[in-house]
């Protein structure tokens, strides 16, 4: 009897396969096609982060939100035409700092080797260097992803959460991606950093229920405040408040200290803190700023190579706005 015919074989050969490592990408990627593609992102990256701060949080939820809808493929950054409504135009409120950050890595990337590094390639990496640059944790980002044929907004729908979700939705929503629990509560760290525009919690600063004004879950010097900073947003939209209101430039495991005094922002944010399920993991990250970043640094390359594409599935766009031929 040959070891072909014996199921085991065919497990054991599957098992290198599996999560976190995938099959196809690799650390070294561009070492010989493009050997200063590290290099130029990091540089880049500092520079624009150095200019406008908010660019962290910017990339970071660009290549979360990129990552949720159809994997890591950079089909978030392609514009929408007169044919074909984009990924990007889904209600997602994207700041532009995350676009720019990636068209300038590009831009410089296209002149050092044509047509080499992928712009999912540039997300990823920018988004890791950026998260160092603020303060976080370092991971590695495994190379060779290929840029979608395709970005359509009706792709986005139910894929990405909203601050409006039940913590069940979110835990149907990440679980079905591959998270755990616990890796949810370790994502949703990034919270650390950034900014949330009014609307997203608007709901608990203003006739939240019949007896009261403000959600009771917020603390009330907070409620006071944020009342105050959103009083005009209706005629503003772009009115915003800070994710973490204590340290909000600084990578840190304060987004968790913030919900156990009824600092978090968003209702999803609160619930991290409300729901049995998730609380525990509160707790410990709150306590343990090592070990939150050791989680945040393995869950983000986990991230990283969700349904990522390779080979013919894709292309290396030479724009990362556009297709290379006309496409949807
Ligand atoms: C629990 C699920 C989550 C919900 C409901 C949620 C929801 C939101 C919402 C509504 C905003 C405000 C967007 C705006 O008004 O511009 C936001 C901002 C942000 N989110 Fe999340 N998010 C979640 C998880 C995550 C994860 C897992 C990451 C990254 C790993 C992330 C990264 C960010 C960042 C960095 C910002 C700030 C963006 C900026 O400053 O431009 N979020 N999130
Ligand atoms: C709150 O509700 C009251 C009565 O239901 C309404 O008159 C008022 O305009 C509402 N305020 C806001 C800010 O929506
Ligand atoms: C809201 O509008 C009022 C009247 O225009 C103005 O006095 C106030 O400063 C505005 N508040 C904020 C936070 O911009």
New binding site residues.
Partial sequence: MTCYNNPLFFLLLSLPFLPFTHPKLTTNYYHKSCPKFSEIIQSIANEKQHSRP?TA??T??LF?LDCMVGGCDASILVTSNSFNIAERDADL?L?GDGFDMVARAKMSLEIECPGIASCADILATATRDLVVAVGGPSYEIRLGRKDSLQSKSTDAENQY???T?TMSQ?VTLFTSKGFSIQE?VA??G??T?????CK?FSNRLFNFSKDSESDPAYNRQYAAGLRKLCENYTEDPTM?AY?DVMTPWKFDNMYYRNLKSGLGL?A?DSAMYGDQRTKPFVDMYANDQARFFKDFASVMEK?SVLHVKTGRKGEVRNRCDSFNQLGF
């Fill in positions: 908010s949080g910017a970071l939820r979360f409120s700041s959460p909203l601050a979700m979110l949810m994502l949703v990034a919270h950093i950034g900014y949330s525009h997203e915003s994710n968003l999803t991230l």
